[in-house]
Each structure stands twice: as structure tokens, then as C-alpha cells.
């Protein structure tokens, strides 16, 4: 896990790490941590499982079915959108998944009258991303965009 992440330029890393949207993340996560087993590990080692290489993607089969850790990631990920949602807007952005045991499903983020994102999932079992950069510019992206959504409909975004 760790080891690729280590084999990138540092500084490019490091940058990375410092968005707001993987500063976000890491905080999610650090707050899904009630026994102290994360205190010890750095940012790049958290979120080290949600970086896969084009080896990592290929080793993995296309076709499988999804594991626990797999779908927490997925959690924590559009979580992480929403919650970069309300760090810009004020408005609480909820995710709701509904994926098949297969790895396909959509996932909506709302802000209970305005649906901000809707988007297919597909593949979840090989759910990643290249790079730390790829990470945050995914999250970011579906981030600034739900925000374009809500700046277009202010008045059914706020419920007014």
C-alpha cells in the first residue's frame, strides 16, 4: 500500500496532500478512528489504499464483486465531496448510495430538494485513483460543480 506512494516525487505528494479536499478527507477519516489505530500514520498513509496504480487496476479482475474496505472508501470519498459542499456553500450536502453486490448503483448528493450529483457507479471493486493529485482534482471537480448547481438554483438549494 504505502510502498507505492512512496515511489512518487515527494514534493508533488506533498502538495497534493495539502488541498483542501484531501485535508477534508483525511479528516473524515481521522474521525472514523475511535481506538487510536490511525494516530501513528501520516496523511499518505491513510489514504494510501484509495491510490491504484495502472499494475494495482490490472491485477485486479474486471469483473468482482466488492469488499467492505472498498465500499468504506467509497463512503468516505463522496462524504468528503459533500462535506467540501458545505465548507463552500453552508448547505449540508447528503450522499446516498445505493450499490448492487456486483459494484454497480448511482450515488446522489442532495441537499434535500436540489440534487446536486447524480452519478453511475460502476466497477467499485476497482475504485481508486492514480495519483494523489487525480484524488483531490476528482473530488474537488464534482465538488465545484455541485456548487455551480446550487449557484444556478439558490432559491431551491436554500428551500425557499
Keep these: 500500500m504505502f510502498d507505492a506512494v512512496h515511489n512518487r516525487e515527494g514534493g508533488e505528494d506533498e502538495a497534493a496532500l495539502a488541498t483542501p479536499f484531501v485535508k477534508c478527507l483525511v479528516r473524515l477519516i481521522r474521525a ?4 487510536g489505530a490511525w494516530e501513528g500514520k501520516s496523511d499518505a498513509e491513510l489514504l ?10 490490472r491485477a485486479i479482475p474486471i469483473i468482482g464483486d466488492p469488499d467492505p474496505d472498498v465500499l468504506w472508501r467509497l463512503n468516505m470519498f463522496y462524504t ?22 456486483e459494484g454497480f448503483g448511482r450515488v446522489l448528493l442532495t441537499t434535500g430538494r436540489l440534487v446536486l ?12 485513483f492514480e495519483t494523489f493529485w487525480k484524488l483531490t482534482a476528482a473530488g474537488s471537480k464534482l465538488a465545484g460543480d455541485a456548487i455551480a448547481v446550487i449557484d444556478a438554483h439558490p432559491e431551491v438549494a436554500r428551500g425557499l
Excluded at 32 to 35: E, T
Design 117 to 128: 450529483l447524480s452519478k453511475t457507479l460502476r466497477d467499485v471493486h476497482r475504485f481508486g
Design 32 to 35: 472514523q478512528d475511535s481506538f
Design 80 to 101: 468528503a465531496v459533500g462535506l467540501a459542499i458545505e465548507e463552500r456553500s453552508g448547505l449540508i450536502a447528503s450522499p446516498m448510495m445505493e450499490i448492487s453486490h
Design 48 to 57: 494510501g489504499d484509495f491510490i491504484l496504480t495502472k499494475e494495482k487496476r
